[in-house]
């Protein structure tokens, strides 16, 4: 996984976001070329739709809620405005799959994100509030199948369960073209 310290970082200057209408705290990244993707890509296990939109996310819907009854929402605030968030793409790609019982199995194809504010925010609040927020890995979700949210991934362990595999640069530059 290589990260050029020349590449742009990937949106610009970020501020609190809050809680969205989910719950779930995200960082937009409206700004991210992704509009020279193809719209569909076929992999050997799945064809897949880019994303409307991307977001790296800090904190999921069910630990925000956790959270939310042990730290008060400014706190956060202060936890996320003591780091410096700046976000640079790695060239590593993988594919998730994830089966839940009752709807179609899901897919999401996903960048991952050199971003070590996203696990410093989360030790910050963890120590802060006494509860566990497990490192997790910092990724942007480009294309899914099967639902319109993504994966969720709230650990590294649950990377590591829902990695179907990685896909090699190759692979990638033959479905996106350069990246």
């Known amino acids: 996984m290589r990260t050029d310290p020349s590449d742009p970082p990937i949106g610009g200057t970020f501020q609190w976001p809050g809680r969205n209408t989910r719950g779930s705290v995200i960082l937009s ?3 991210t070329r992704v509009g020279e993707f193809p719209d569909r890509i ?18 999921s819907t ?7 009854s042990r730290l008060p ?5 202060a936890a996320f ?3 410096e968030w700046e976000m640079r793409f790695l060239d590593a790609f993988d594919l998730l799959q994830e089966e839940r019982p009752a709807e179609p199995t899901r897919f ?16 910050r609040l963890t120590q802060a509030a006494g509860f566990d927020l497990p490192e997790t ?15 969720g991934l709230a650990s590294l362990a649950e990377h590591e369960r829902r990695r ?8 990638v530059r033959g479905l996106l073209g350069p990246i």
């Open 29 to 31: 990244l409206k700004e």
């Open 42 to 59: 076929t992999l050997p296990e799945v064809e897949l739709v880019r994303k409307s939109e991307l977001h790296l996310t800090l904190l």
């Open 62 to 68: 069910r630990e925000a809620g956790q959270l939310a």
């Open 73 to 77: 929402e400014a706190d956060w605030q």
């Open 81 to 83: 405005e003591a780091e």
């Open 108 to 123: 999401s194809v996903i960048r991952r994100v050199h971003c070590p504010s996203l696990n410093a925010f989360r030790q």
């Open 137 to 151: 890995l910092a990724h942007v979700t480009l294309y899914i199948a099967g639902n319109t949210r993504g994966i």
């Open 164 to 171: 179907l595999r990685s896909l090699p640069a190759d692979e």
